[in-house]
C-alpha cells in the first residue's frame, strides 16, 4: 500500500506539470492574462527604472475627493507599462491641447483598463498619438501601453505652464465613464509604509513585464485599505479630468445620417447629364456635309450647297428641296432597275 500511493502521488504531480505544457482545457494560455486579473498592483512605469511621485493621496491640489487615492509620477514623456493585467475598456489619443487651467478638463488622453473584479486603472494625460493598445485587448501586468504627456490639466512646479506626468489611479468600474471613484491600494514593489508611495519620495520599478527575471524584491500588499478620504480641495475648479465626461469621442462621431440624408439631393443635380445628351446625336449629322459621300439618302449629298454653320433639322429639308436638278441626275439611275425588274415577270405570264 505504501507503494501505490507513493505511485498515485508521482502520477499526479507528473499529470500536473504536463497539462499547462500541452495547453490542454483548464490551463491558462500563455498570450492572454487570466481575467479577472490576478491581484497585486506594481508601479507602472518599466523595471529598473527610477521615479518620483510629485503628488501623493489626499492633498488640496487635485487629489481629493474623487481623485482622492491617486499618484502622480513624473514621466516626462516616457514609457507607461501595465500595473495590473486586464482588458482595455476605453482609450482616447487625439488630444494635443493642455495646461494649468481647468480650460482643458475636457483635453486629457487616456487609457482605461479593467481588472475584471469591479475595479479598473486609469492611465491620465499621455501623449498625442501615441496609446498602444486598443479597446477589447488584453495586457500583461508589466506590458507597455502608452507615453506619458501633458495632456488635459497639467501643471508645472511653478504653477505657470504645461507639466508633464502620470497620472494613475485605480478606480471604480464604469462603462460609461473614464473617471470615477478612485479607490486606495498598495504596490507590491514598495516595500516601505505598507507598499504606498509617498509624495516627493522616488522609487525603483519592480515591474518588468511576463517571462523576464524579477530582479527587486516583491511584498505582497493584498490587504485593503479602509476607505476615507478626507482632504479638501484648494481649488475647486481646478481637477485633472472631468468628472462627469463620457468615454471616448467616437460614440460621438458615428452618427452620420447627414450624409446618407444629402445622397438624394446630389442624385437629382445629374438632371442636366441628360440634357447634353442629344447633343452628340446631331454632330454626326451634321460632319458628313463636309464630302459629298454617295449615301442612299438623298437629303445628306445637297448639304455642301447650303451653308453647315446652322446645323438645325429645320434647314436640312429645305436643302433636299432647292437642288433638284442635281438629285435628278441621281434618281434615274434607281429608277431604270425598277422597271428592269417589273419587265421580267411581265413576259412569263404571256406565254
Known amino acids: 500500500m505504501p507503494f501505490l500511493a507513493s505511485f498515485l502521488t508521482v502520477s499526479v504531480a507528473l499529470i500536473a506539470a504536463i497539462v499547462p505544457t500541452f495547453g490542454l482545457p483548464g490551463s491558462t494560455p500563455a498570450d492572454k492574462p487570466p481575467f479577472p486579473a490576478p491581484p497585486g498592483y506594481l508601479l507602472p512605469w518599466p523595471g529598473g527604472q527610477i521615479h518620483t511621485v510629485t503628488q501623493g493621496e489626499e492633498t488640496g491640489l487635485t487629489h481629493n475627493g474623487i481623485a482622492a487615492y491617486a499618484f502622480d509620477i513624473n514621466l516626462h514623456f516616457e514609457i507607461v507599462v501595465a500595473a495590473r493585467a486586464g482588458r482595455v475598456t476605453m482609450v482616447r489619443q487625439d488630444s494635443g491641447a493642455g495646461g494649468c487651467s481647468a480650460d482643458y478638463v475636457n483635453d486629457a488622453n487616456y487609457v482605461v483598463i479593467d481588472h475584471g473584479d469591479g475595479t479598473s486603472a486609469l492611465y491620465l494625460h499621455l501623449a498625442q498619438d501615441f496609446v498602444l493598445v486598443h479597446p477589447g485587448q488584453f495586457v500583461d501586468q508589466g506590458q507597455p501601453i502608452a507615453a506619458s504627456g501633458d495632456t488635459g490639466v497639467t501643471c508645472s ?57 524579477q530582479k527587486i524584491k516583491l511584498t505582497p500588499h493584498h490587504d485593503p485599505r479602509p476607505f476615507n478620504p478626507v482632504a479638501t480641495p484648494a481649488d475647486p475648479s481646478l481637477f485633472e479630468a472631468d468628472q462627469n465626461a463620457a468615454p471616448p469621442p467616437a460614440a460621438s462621431a458615428t452618427p452620420e445620417p447627414t450624409t446618407p ?19 452628340p446625336t ?10 459629298p459621300v454617295p449615301t442612299p439618302t438623298a437629303s445628306d449629298t445637297p448639304i455642301p450647297s447650303n451653308t453647315p454653320v446652322p446645323t438645325d433639322t429645320a434647314t436640312l429639308p429645305t436643302a433636299t428641296s432647292t437642288p433638284v436638278p442635281p438629285v435628278a441626275t441621281d434618281t434615274p439611275p434607281p429608277a431604270t432597275p425598277t422597271p428592269a425588274a417589273t419587265a421580267t415577270p411581265t413576259p412569263t405570264p404571256t406565254p
Request: charged share 25%; proline share 12%; glycine share 10%.
Open 282 to 291: 446631331h454632330t454626326p449629322t451634321a460632319r458628313p456635309t463636309d464630302t
Open 157 to 213: 512646479e511653478d504653477m505657470k505652464g504645461r507639466g508633464p506626468h502620470l497620472h494613475f489611479q485605480v478606480e471604480r468600474t464604469d462603462d460609461s465613464h473614464y473617471f470615477t471613484q478612485s479607490l486606495p491600494i498598495a504596490f507590491d514593489d514598495i516595500a516601505k509604509n505598507g507598499g504606498i508611495p509617498q509624495q516627493d519620495q522616488s522609487y525603483v520599478s519592480g515591474n518588468y513585464g511576463r517571462g523576464k527575471m
Open 261 to 279: 440624408s444629402d445622397v438624394p439631393a446630389d442624385a437629382g443635380t445629374p438632371a442636366p447629364v441628360p440634357t447634353r445628351q442629344p447633343r
